[in-house]
């Protein structure tokens, strides 16, 4: 499993800095929709190259990590090994100069290159990065269900639950995407226990909460949260100075 994530990594990383030469030019919704193209297109070569076994996909063997099997426990171990991993990268990242490179691009790229960083390498490195992080999920989610299809990583409503984790979240702040990813991960599962046919409750409730996020703390959940509580405090406090 190891050598599969490494592998997978690599593979993700490849392909997120050759498209990210290739989106240079865009930004916005017309990045999203470029990138949501690029996924249309792989799953088609996936479905009509016979190597990739199209729709019936491609099973896999037992997990073993070092030449030792592991059941589900084990198997939740590595995985939280891997998340502890990414997060601690990621917020070394963050509170690095080219953290602080990334989110300048992010705030103004025509501000952030008027002060000498350089846009292309910068959003490249970006693609990269983020492709090798999702490449890391992608190997440890084909080996929780031990099967690899087009129809699973295919799927759109796939990238649609990323958007609603990210938005509600908020990706500004590193817990953002932890309360996100929970609300998306789990909602299904408490709509079940309350209601004995949901149905499309769960979409319903998603795009709705996707809408009042943007509405009320366009930043996110956790970042209007923390702003709010900051508001409260301050004034308490500053009352009580008084």
């Not at 070092?66 to 601690?88: P, S």
């Not at 299904?188 to 409730?205: C, K, M, N, R, W």
Request: charged content about 10%; overall charge negative.
């Amino acid at each position: 499993m190891i050598t599969a994530i490494i592998v997978g990594a690599a593979a993700a990383a490849f392909i997120g800095c050759a498209l990210g030469f290739v989106f240079l030019r865009l930004s916005g919704a017309f990045m999203a929709i470029g990138t949501l193209g690029f996924a249309f297109f792989i799953g088609t070569v996936v479905n009509n190259v016979p190597i990739f076994e199209g729709r019936e996909g491609i099973s896999l063997p037992d997990n073993h990590v070092l030449g030792f099997g592991i059941e589900d426990v084990g198997f939740f171990y590595v995985a939280l090994l891997a998340l502890a991993g990414t997060t601690l990268f990621i917020y070394a990242l963050v509170h690095s100069a080219v953290g602080r490179a990334f989110m300048s691009l992010r705030d103004s790229e025509k501000a952030a290159e008027a002060s000498g960083v350089n846009r292309i390498f910068y959003r490249t490195l970006a693609f990269t990065l983020s492709a090798a992080v999702t490449g890391v999920a992608g190997v440890l989610f084909a080996h929780y269900v031990n099967y690899v299809s087009s129809e699973v990583f295919g799927d759109i409503w796939y990238s649609v639950d990323f958007l609603v984790a990210t938005v509600v979240g908020g990706s500004a702040v590193l817990l953002g995407p932890f309360v996100g990813g929970l609300f998306v991960a789990f909602l299904p599962t408490l709509i079940e226990f309350f209601v004995d046919q949901p149905g499309d409750l769960a979409f319903i409730i998603k795009g709705g909460a996707l809408i009042l996020v943007l509405m009320v703390a366009p930043a996110g959940a956790v970042e209007g949260v923390t702003r709010l509580f900051n508001r409260l405090f301050t004034g308490r406090r500053g009352k009580s100075n008084e």
